[in-house]
């Protein structure tokens, strides 16, 4: 009888602390998530925050932004005061290799702090970028297909950060804001950029159209294929594609940039125009003004 007593209290005792120990680990577990959830709303309203308070930014003279400016072969930064003129040398790395995201967030990183002070970051991108997430990276990884590189960057670098196509960045740091402009990059890939009176067409990806013989502007006239077929035979094909944009875009000037263009040596119609590859980071003064 005492026996069977006993059972029955030890058994009650056992239920009470198996309960006791499984509401302790459910208020932990639960405690964990409410801290996270509450770092990742945090962070978002800290970003909403940011883009909300763009304009106050800008209207500030003193205002220095960190313009980046992402390729194939190397990641450039350069510090602008609030006119767009250098602040601070302009700063590479080899694009890591693999490119993949974080490595790049964090060569970006390392380049920001030998840079100096900043507000805010202008970053161009050599992919199709819409709302700061990156959608193609033909020449960097698959890896950066959906990836959204103004919220890492923001969160990674603590300042609000805009994200547009490279060779749209270009555009901007390069335009006259005057009839149709178009501008293409000759460097890792092909860039393309358009622009009616001075508004951005954004994302063209001339680069990826077919040209000739079967192939895009890319895969004819991209670096692989330079170091390829030499200057000459690159030289000769580019004549033939000022032709080919023109038939097409019927643009008022064409402008050419990127690290290849330094190798042009045809003769260029008047409305042609080379221009320094130092625009692909200027254009992060006028990328605080875009109106999307
Ligand atoms: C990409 C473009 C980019 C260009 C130059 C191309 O492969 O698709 O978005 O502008 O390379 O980097």
Do not use: C
């Amino acid at each position: 009888m005492l026996d069977s007593w006993w059972t029955i209290v030890s058994l009650w005792w056992l239920m009470i602390v198996s309960l006791w120990i499984i509401v302790i680990i459910w208020w932990l577990i639960r405690g964990s998530l409410v801290i996270s959830q509450d770092l990742t709303t945090k962070l978002i309203i800290q970003e909403k925050k940011f883009r909300g308070t763009e304009k106050m930014i800008e209207a500030d003279a003193s205002t220095r932004t960190l313009s980046v400016d992402i390729g194939g072969s190397g990641v450039k930064v350069m510090i602008l005061d609030s006119s767009g003129n250098p602040l601070s040398e302009r700063l590479r790395v080899d694009t890591p290799q693999p490119p993949l995201p974080e490595a790049i967030l964090n060569a970006i990183a390392q380049l920001a702090l030998s840079a100096g002070e900043f507000e805010r970051v202008s970053v161009g991108f050599p992919g199709v970028v819409r709302n700061g997430v990156t959608e193609t990276a033909v020449n960097l990884h698959p890896d950066w297909i959906g990836f959204d590189l103004a919220r890492e960057l923001l969160q990674q670098l603590q300042k609000p950060v805009r994200v547009i196509n490279d060779a749209d960045m270009q555009g901007l740091g390069t335009i006259a804001g005057i009839g149709v402009e178009l501008v293409i990059t000759l460097g890792t890939g092909f860039g393309s950029a358009l622009f009616v009176d001075g508004k951005l067409v954004p994302n063209l990806e001339m680069g990826h159209h077919r040209f000739r013989k079967g192939e895009t502007y890319e895969q004819q006239l991209g670096r692989f294929t330079l170091e390829k077929i030499g200057e000459q035979k690159w030289n000769q094909r580019l004549e033939k594609a000022v032709l080919s944009l023109h038939s097409l875009f019927n643009y008022d000037f064409l402008y050419i940039g990127g690290g290849e263009a330094k190798l042009i040596n045809i003769e260029l119609p008047a409305n042609v125009k080379i221009v320094s590859n130092l625009n692909g980071l200027l254009g992060g003064i006028n990328l605080w003004s875009l109106t999307t």
